[in-house]
């Protein structure tokens, strides 16, 4: 069945520090959207994509979709405290399941 | 105050009982969703429904049952025949398959 695998597992930064986040499908999806999930609180929608090479941002936020629309990034620049949580990416394929990928967890430190 | 709500949020079972989870949405959102989750793990699919009196089996139905008989109500049944059931149930809704998912605050069952 469908598989959506994220990498890293965990991150661990220094406030103001970068992060990336990437997510792949073992199948070819019709859009992929992005969840942040608090510490104890549940998944909140961040973005939809649905173009092949999409690019969207939100403020530090940089969404991408891949030109085989396989694969999605999500990249935080100059992390804050408040970006703490677990990042997930969710597609569909020729299928109606929303499958969620396994979740980036990301700690910033002060 | 529009949203979508489950209850109760904490849940606690013993074994060979089976147990009902409330989910309810007055969004009028047409798809609605059941996502287990483990510590550390990400969401897995359980079962979801595109309208009333309908709905389909995700990724990890055995042991667990629905319904759909109102739009506004999707309850997830754990029953006995669920070998793991300890877990952190989401309950999501969205207009239509293809749109954002708002969940609900979740329901942390417990079996002892």
């Known amino acids: 069945g469908q598989q959506v695998m994220q990498i890293p597992q965990y991150q661990h930064v220094q406030e103001g520090e970068d992060f990336t986040t990437y997510c792949n499908s073992s199948?070819?999806?019709?859009?992929i959207q992005w969840y942040k999930q608090r510490p104890g609180g549940h998944p909140v929608f961040l973005i939809q994509?649905?173009?092949?090479?999409e690019v969207k941002k939100q403020k530090r936020l940089t969404f991408q979709f891949g030109e085989a629309k396989k694969n999605s990034s999500l990249h935080i620049t100059a992390t804050q405290t408040t970006d703490v949580g677990t990042y997930f990416c969710?597609?569909?394929?020729?299928?109606?399941?929303?499958?969620f990928g396994t979740g980036t967890r990301l700690q910033v430190f002060p | 105050d529009g949203g979508i709500t489950q209850s109760p949020k904490y849940l606690f079972r013993k074994e060979g009982q089976n147990v009902t989870l409330s989910c309810e949405q007055n969004?009028?959102?047409?798809?609605m969703y059941w996502y287990r989750q483990d510590p550390g793990q990400g969401l897995r699919l359980i079962y979801y429904?595109?309208?009333?009196?309908?709905?389909q089996k995700g990724d990890i139905a055995e042991g667990y049952s629905v319904s759909r008989e109102k739009k506004e109500s999707f309850p997830l049944t754990v029953t006995s025949a669920q070998k793991n059931p300890t877990a952190f149930y989401l309950c999501?809704?969205?207009?239509?398959?293809?749109?954002?998912?708002?969940f609900g605050q979740g329901t942390r069952l417990t079996v002892v």
């Open positions: 429904s595109q309208i009333v009196n309908d709905f």
């Open positions: 969004l009028n959102h047409d798809a």
């Open positions: 199948t070819t999806l019709s859009n």
């Open positions: 969710a597609g569909r394929n020729n299928t109606d399941k929303l499958i």
């Open positions: 994509l649905v173009k092949s090479g």
């Open positions: 999501a809704s969205s207009i239509a398959l293809n749109t954002e998912a708002f």
